[in-house]
């Protein structure tokens, strides 16, 4: 059959199957709490999963979460606290009756624990560790006395490790005799007698293997093993780079202290992401729940980063007044070349952040990027001088202005790659984070450049 | 322990740790390239990832990248055409002697050969299906026959299945007699007679229960079936938001035909992440190693869709120029108004394409989030008007402009908010992916109403 043939499902289906929460579920939800009937919302959520209703709860409005949640009373699962974003989180926690939240958390695994309180406030974050059991408590507090970020805070401490001399009938045996394993795992890690780890066997292959075969001889070929401390971004990228599935966490003195596996790596890579894009585009830390005054806040100081470099940019214009009072085709022309810079700047800028977080722009190939920006910023320019030149002759019908029009739009085209590249690597040197500040910095030169090589050109040549 | 009390790696050992690919070692192997010292250029090879030698491939020139992969001859490993980008990729390939091609593509599972020359010319497509044995080209070419994108191109055929009615003793004893395990799985598919999946048994929760326990009676709560047609963005979705390990794929009659785990997903998540970033500053599909020529290609459409805007708004000024020519101020002022609103718009088009993304923004919240960001517009556009009419007070010492200047910052602000989030929702009715369109305009929006809005305000006002 061909490719062509197979019949691709209709878009309304598509958002069936795709969608859990469809807008018309969320409507019966909330008219099930407005009407107080406690029977019918929970058997509307019963079919969701956590995930789902924490979205929900996400997107209605914060006077129908109370209702609904109160309604909900007992119902209310740990495992939504864990799916609910940072800002929403905190509010449906108040909402909880102290015995409705001792029970949620209670169900909940040590990692998740951790996730949920680490960015609360203290009284909060007491009243859930209170409820703990002793166990569960020491884990959660171990793994917040790691640095925010860090594998430590990541990592589960329950895993399944096997001494380095055992066969796989031994491990079997083990494993079926224990009565705490963990909920989730893919690996017997094996250890040596001072509890370091040396080798990964999956499951599959302990399967797939006679009871007699050594461990050691069937450990996986990447094995990868993750200081406590390390970043967590560090951490999602070597899930990313090599495909882990499970990684064991050590200690400084290399003991194997607990394991990392490969969804909540997933987690921190779509936040990486997440963070990037934001970043990129002048918006802080923020998400579609918050209110209007914490969004505000969050906007106003790139807004104001912004309107610092706007003016640099007008204070260049300021100069040549009295060329434009002249020739105010200079005024209706100049926002073309200081936006298409923007534009190829932003471009250029886009491609060497990203670059820079998957690790693909490195010290090897710098100059060989540059000078590919700057080239590619040179063909670009060249052709929309000679677009421009033909734009601005036919609508001014000055030779001289169409000249001046095209020196500008190459010009400003050359450094917009020329500046898009090498300030986000500059930045990256100096440890800071070039998607949160190369866009004002890099629009700030092409501003600056397209208005200074337009109007100073069209100073000397025109006049 | 307190968490600042602990010591984070500085800078330099993060380094070390993180990437197993640095400068130095690039620089030692091109070297051995060089002087054509075959035994060191494979020695220094010989630590490295697949995905850290395709990452090497990608960096160096396309001159080196000759040398070396004939140099390295026959140590050339399959999996490392596979973590290839594309554009490499073929070039590559090019390099490879046939029996080398050959060895390489015959050691990669089904599922990584489909994903190798599912964008390959026909010719080369046609060379390494040649070079496969029957059974696996067959699963190569079933694949190939589902749609680009679908969960049929991602999944892998071979699964681990048990009948519905066997207990944990018979899944293990069938799993441990079976020779043709697939070399990674994490649950034992569960199917009716008819072969329709009906439930995941987790290898985890296998080696946990006695051998007498029902399989039925220990399937995981979470269970999604894939549609093989599905978008395979639908199913990195759904990995994400469920936290799933693998997923059974069915075709139209329900039946099991394969399954799909999460590093394939987070391949897909990834690609999805880049994509989205990459449409949002206009550049279209591309990678670092891409040609001068390639990437002036991919840029150039969308830098020229930026031009016919800034046209646009430089038409709307021409309808000003008699007031221009009067108060040169206004040409000095005027490209602010029109920057703030292009950047609050940015910001506004960001979070909602992102929250479109993971279906955050949906029928159910999307009135409230408009309702959000336009007040967020004027709250912003209040405080910079102030600001912006202290500026133009004290630059230009004129009351009217300074009142001018507000008024235009408080409408293209309160603008800005509202197209910034309309016209990525209606792009995405439209099934126009929000991301690839909305920039462009919003930008035109803002620069139209920010130089109507400040230049018309001037010629009443001031004339």
């Known amino acids: 059959m061909d490719a062509e043939d197979q019949p691709i499902d209709t878009e309304a289906e598509r958002d069936e199957d795709a969608y859990a929460l469809s807008p018309k579920v969320v409507a019966a939800i909330l008219d099930a709490v407005e009407e107080g009937d406690r029977e019918r919302l929970i058997a509307l959520m019963e079919p969701l999963h956590a995930a789902d209703i924490a979205d929900l709860l996400e997107q209605i409005h914060s006077d129908e979460r109370r209702a609904l949640i109160q309604l909900y009373d ?16 905190e509010e449906v926690i108040g909402f909880l009756s102290p015995q409705v939240l001792a029970e949620a958390v209670r169900e909940l695994d040590s990692d998740d624990v951790v996730d949920l309180v680490e960015f609360l406030d203290e009284p909060q ?3 859930i560790l209170d409820v703990l059991e002793d166990v569960d408590r020491a884990a959660v507090e171990l793994a917040l006395s790691y640095p925010e970020g860090s594998a430590g805070r990541l990592m589960q401490s329950e ?12 491990a079997i045996d083990h494993m079926r005799s224990s009565d705490r394993l963990p909920d989730a795992f893919y690996h017997v890690i094996l250890v040596d007698p001072r509890l ?10 302990l399967m797939a293997s006679g009871r007699d075969v050594p461990l050691k001889s069937i450990t996986e070929e990447m094995f990868r093993v993750i200081p406590v401390t390390q970043d967590e971004e560090d951490v999602a990228y070597a899930f990313n780079q090599y ?30 992401h997440e963070e990037d894009i934001l970043r990129l585009a002048g918006v802080g830390e923020g998400s579609l729940s918050d209110r209007v005054v914490e969004t505000v806040k969050g906007r106003f100081p790139w807004l104001a980063v912004n309107l610092v470099t706007a003016i640099m940019a007008s204070m260049v214009i300021a100069q040549f007044d009295g060329v434009i009072a002249q020739y105010v085709a200079l005024a209706v022309l100049m926002p073309i070349v200081a936006s298409m810079g923007g534009n190829a700047g932003t471009q250029s800028l886009t491609v060497a952040v990203r670059a820079i977080a998957t690790r693909d722009l490195t010290g090897s190939n710098v100059w060989r990027v540059i000078r590919r920006e700057v080239l590619v910023g040179l063909a670009n320019g060249l052709a929309f001088a000679l677009l421009m ?3 601005g002759y036919f609508w001014f019908g000055s030779t001289s202005l169409a000249i001046v029009l095209a020196a500008a739009m190459i010009i400003n085209l050359v450094i917009a790659g020329l500046a898009g590249t090498v300030i986000p690597v500059v930045l990256d040197r100096f440890n800071v984070d070039p998607a949160l500040a190369s866009g004002a910095f890099v629009t700030t030169v092409t501003d600056v450049v397209g208005f200074f090589a337009f109007l100073g050109f069209a100073a000397v040549y025109l006049l």
Do not use: C, K, Y
């Open 74 to 89: 007992r119902e209310f699962d740990g495992e939504i606290l864990s799916e609910l974003e940072e800002s929403v989180r």
């Open 125 to 127: 974050q007491e009243a």
């Open 159 to 170: 895993v399944v490790m096997a001494p380095e001399h055992w066969n796989v009938g031994q």
């Open 196 to 205: 370091h780890p040396i080798g990964n066997v999956s499951l599959g292959r």
């Open 243 to 272: 495909h882990l599935i499970s990684a064991p966490v050590v200690n400084e003195d290399g003991r194997l202290v607990g394991q990392i596996t490969i969804d909540d790596a997933m987690i921190v890579l779509d936040e990486e």
């Open 389 to 391: 030149a033909v734009v």
